[in-house]
Each structure stands twice: as C-alpha cells, then as structure tokens.
C-alpha cells in the first residue's frame, strides 16, 4: 500500500494511507473519481445514485426526448442507492452495519422525503449512522437521490 508522508507543523511526522476501491458491480462513475477510498480505518465513499452497472437506464426513472426526467419512482431509486452503496462496502472489506455517517441528496425533498425516510427506516433499523439530508436542485445525472456515506473498516 502506498504511503503519503507529510510534516505536521515540522514537529510530527504524519502518514496516510492511499487505498482507493472500485467496485466490480457497482455502476462506472461518472468523472474522476473511485467508488470509494479508505484512510485508515474509515472508508469514504463518492457519491452514490441509482444507476445499475453496464445499463443505460436508471431504475424508476422515465426520460424525455431532451435527456430530462419526464417522471420517476423514488422507492425504487432508493431500493437502488441502498444496492450499489452495499456492493462497494463490502467489496471494500466494510459492511452495511459499519455506516457511520450518511449525507442524502434529494432533489425533491417535499414529494420525496417522506418515501425516502420509510425505506431508510427499513435499511437502517439495526445501525443509527449519523445522516444529514438536504435538497438540491439538480444531480449529475437524471436521478432523484444520491447518498455519501462513510464507513468504518477493518
């Protein structure tokens, strides 16, 4: 494993660990990025949508000649999120009890929050990570929902 070194105010030497995962199963990122990276024993993973691996469409999502969502189903683009944030922790060595910390992205938090709050519940019911949930205007790519997370690992 590689190793960065650095100097803490000349007094400490301090060293990070580089170790960057991408998952087999989880969907391609979108720029350049990896699915995850651990430091020490945490794991950072990028941000998550829906997307499914080597397909074009995007679960529960509906798209106009225009490239822009025409209608979608937030159960099912949660159901999703919560699928591929799964396939990289534990291909990272992790595991969905490990979460510690969840930042959610909505882009309709009034039509959706209260869908996306119950399959949450349903995910989460035997680990209470921390989470922060916030609407914004638009995502990347035509979802409705993307998660951050943070991990602790082994």
Known sequence: MPFITARDSGKK?????????NSSKAPEPVGLYPHARRVGNLLFLSGVGPRE????????????????????????QCRSVFRNVRYILEEAGSSWEKIVDVTVFLTNMRADFQTYNRIYAEYFKDNLPCRTT?????????????????????
């Open 13 to 21: 030497k301090v060293e990070m660990s580089e170790n960057i995962v």
């Open 53 to 76: 691996k080597g397909a074009k469409t995007i679960p529960g999502v509906e798209l106009g000649d225009d490239g822009e969502i025409v209608a979608y189903d937030i159960e099912a």
């Open 134 to 154: 916030v609407e914004i205007n638009k995502l990347p790519t035509p979802i409705a929902i993307e998660l951050k997370v943070v991990a602790t690992i082994d």
